[in-house]
């Protein structure tokens, strides 16, 4: 038997990169995923279509993370379409660069509700349906840990409230036996963070492991955490860095 057979699955972001990978991952691992995007609707269906003809079952919602209202609904829809909820792993995320003095209070509240907010809101939807033996697991990174450099401050701020939100939320879910863990990866190569840039080329001298990671790489590690064997895991996290916080 599948590691994760008949386990039910909402993975937000999940039409590229990390997200997708994680999607087709815990797909092939036996669950039943729904997973959310924004605009890649193409690409989603192509994921939908490529699991099902594998004899998997997945579905893509369309839901904007920045809105509380559609993790809601995407919540409800999961359960709707598969009757409960096992696993929610909070994915979708966005990065913005650039000089502090250059941010505007716009992009604070862009950032802040798709990387902090939206978890939230999709943990409180989540646990409604979750029972004993359910997963939150998170997407942080591991600049919570290591800023790297400047232009980072808001995107390091939100990345490090997930920290607090994984510790809290463990402490408030564990009675229940559920657990709450965060999947902190460095740099992998995604739309995001491609690794064929100068960036990438710095980012690389900073790694004790000189390669980028893939975006199997993180996805192997949610699968863990999901299933049975990370069962004694919560209020904590992985680093999945190539080093580059050592
Ligand atoms: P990508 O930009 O490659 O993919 C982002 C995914 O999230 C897409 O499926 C996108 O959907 C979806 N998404 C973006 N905004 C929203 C939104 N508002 N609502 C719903 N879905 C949304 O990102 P990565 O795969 O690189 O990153 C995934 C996570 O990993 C993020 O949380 C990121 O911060 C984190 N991370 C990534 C690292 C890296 O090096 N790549 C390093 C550390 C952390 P659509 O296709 O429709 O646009």
């Known amino acids: 038997?599948?590691?994760?057979?008949?386990?039910?699955?909402?993975?937000t972001g999940g039409s590229r990169g990390i997200?997708?990978?994680?999607?087709?991952?815990?797909a092939s691992d036996g669950a039943l995923v729904a997973f959310t995007y924004t605009n890649s609707a193409e690409t989603a269906e192509a994921i939908v279509n490529e699991i099902n003809a594998a004899d998997g079952r997945a579905i893509a919602i369309r839901a904007?993370?920045?809105?509380?209202?559609?993790?809601?609904?995407?919540?409800?829809?999961?359960?709707?379409?598969?009757?409960?909820?096992?696993?929610?792993?909070?994915?979708a995320g966005i990065y913005i660069g650039k000089d502090f003095q250059e941010?505007?209070?716009?992009?604070?509240?862009?950032?802040?509700?798709?990387?902090?907010?939206?978890v939230y809101?999709?943990?409180?939807?989540a646990v409604k349906h979750l029972k004993a033996g359910g997963r939150i697991i998170t997407i942080g990174s591991n600049m919570a840990d290591n800023a790297i450099g400047p232009q980072t401050t808001l995107y390091t701020m939100s990345k490090s409230a997930l920290q607090g939100f994984t510790r809290g939320l463990a402490?408030?879910?564990?009675?229940?036996?559920?657990?709450?863990?965060?999947v902190q990866p460095g740099?992998?190569?995604?739309?995001?963070?491609?690794?064929?840039?100068?960036?990438?080329?710095?980012?690389?001298?900073?790694?004790?492991?000189?390669n980028y990671g893939s975006v199997?790489?993180?996805?192997?590690?949610?699968?863990?955490?999901?299933?049975?064997?990370?069962?004694?895991?919560?209020?904590?996290?992985?680093?999945?860095?190539?080093?580059?916080?050592?």
């Open 121 to 125: 809101v999709a943990a409180l939807e």
């Open 171 to 182: 402490r408030d879910l564990g009675p229940k036996g559920i657990t709450v863990t965060l």
């Open 103 to 118: 941010h505007t209070i716009e992009e604070y509240d862009q950032l802040m509700d798709v990387n902090v907010k939206a």
């Open 1 to 11: 038997m599948k590691k994760l057979a008949n386990k039910i699955a909402l993975v």
């Open 187 to 210: 740099p992998t190569h995604t739309d995001m963070n491609p690794d064929n840039t100068e960036q990438a080329g710095y980012l690389r001298s900073r790694m004790a492991l000189p």
């Open 64 to 91: 904007d993370s920045s809105k509380s209202a559609d993790i809601i609904h995407a919540v409800n829809k999961t359960v709707a379409e598969f009757g409960g909820l096992d696993i929610l792993v909070n994915n």
């Open 216 to 246: 199997e790489d993180v996805a192997g590690l949610v699968s863990f955490l999901a299933s049975d064997e990370g069962k004694q895991i919560t209020g904590s996290w992985v680093t999945v860095d190539g080093g580059l916080n050592a």
């Open 19 to 26: 997200g997708a990978a994680t999607v087709r991952r815990l």
